[in-house]
């Protein structure tokens, strides 16, 4: 009598072991995958970096030769003190774009279609945030270079200025959450744009942005000490002027950890109830 061998069990079990699960990583692929789509449409429409290329030359050139000798005495002076403050400000303005460009997408309707895609709920939110990363390296390029042709000169050494322009590109991408969220709970995107700006606008003007804290009046101090814009402004300042930062850097760093412990979590939450 014949006996019957089975076959040996390699199928499910050899190809369980070999082949790695993916599925920790889908959110990061997929992120990528959309990152790299808002860059492309990043470089097939360059008229949308106007706000990050042209506003810092006419923020430094206005300020600096119209009100430079009555704030500091000297153009120059004033615009050692200035640069920094003006990459601070036009950084954070230059996140609000990523909203209003959510809320377009949105109501074209082209969240519809990433929704139909098996990819996370939260990866084109995500993938949007990192792909806005080169607007803020362009920003910091830009004023930084418009700044050395009017006579703007960093007095610290090379790894201090790296880390100035990393840190305001950091703020600038945690920030990013705040017009994502309101982006998601507003229904146009000239809402978008008008609510981030009044949002946007006072931190940048009670800050030591233009002039320094102890000028102000003392009823605006409490809110300048405690304004992020005023620490990204002074950590930033201070590295590249080699001046003393004390803590600023990390209440910098304080603050973006904050907005993206808020504002990530309330824009994910938005945008699954939204789509």
């Known amino acids: 009598m014949s006996t019957l061998v089975a076959p040996p069990r390699t199928t499910n079990a050899v190809l369980s072991t070999a082949v790695p699960n993916p599925r920790p990583f889908r959110l990061v692929r997929h992120s990528m995958a959309l990152a790299k789509r808002s860059l492309i ?48 400000q036009t950084i ?103 609510l981030m700006f009044a949002l946007i606008m006072p931190l940048s003007f009670a800050s030591n942005v233009f002039v320094s804290a102890d000028t102000l009046p003392g009823w605006m101090q409490a809110f300048v000490d405690v304004n992020p814009m005023t620490h990204l402004v002074a950590a930033v300042r201070g590295l590249f002027l080699g001046t003393p930062v004390g803590s600023h850097v990390w209440w910098t760093l304080a603050w973006c950890a904050g907005f993206v412990a808020l504002f990530m979590p309330l824009a994910l939450r938005a945008y699954r109830k939204k789509i």
Not at 163 to 189: D, I
Request: glycine share 10%.
């Open 92 to 194: 954070a303005t230059g996140a609000i774009a990523i909203g209003v460009n959510l809320n377009t997408d949105i109501a074209k309707g082209i969240f519809d279609r990433f929704r139909s895609l098996p990819v996370p709920r939260s990866a084109p939110l995500v993938g949007a945030v990192l792909g806005d990363v080169v607007r803020y390296v362009i920003v910091t390029v830009s004023t930084l270079a418009i700044g050395y042709l009017l006579g703007f000169r960093i007095d610290s050494d090379p790894l201090r200025a790296i880390a100035g322009c990393l840190l305001a590109v950091l703020f600038a991408l945690c920030l990013s959450w705040l017009p994502v969220f309101v982006a998601m709970k507003v229904r146009t995107p000239g809402a978008v744009q008008g």
């Open 41 to 88: 449409k990043t470089w097939r429409t360059p008229e949308a970096l106007i706000d990050v290329t042209l506003q810092p030359v006419l923020f430094l050139v206005i300020f600096v030769y119209i009100f430079g000798g009555a704030v500091a005495g000297s153009t120059h002076d004033y615009l050692q003190f200035l640069l920094p403050g003006i990459l601070a």
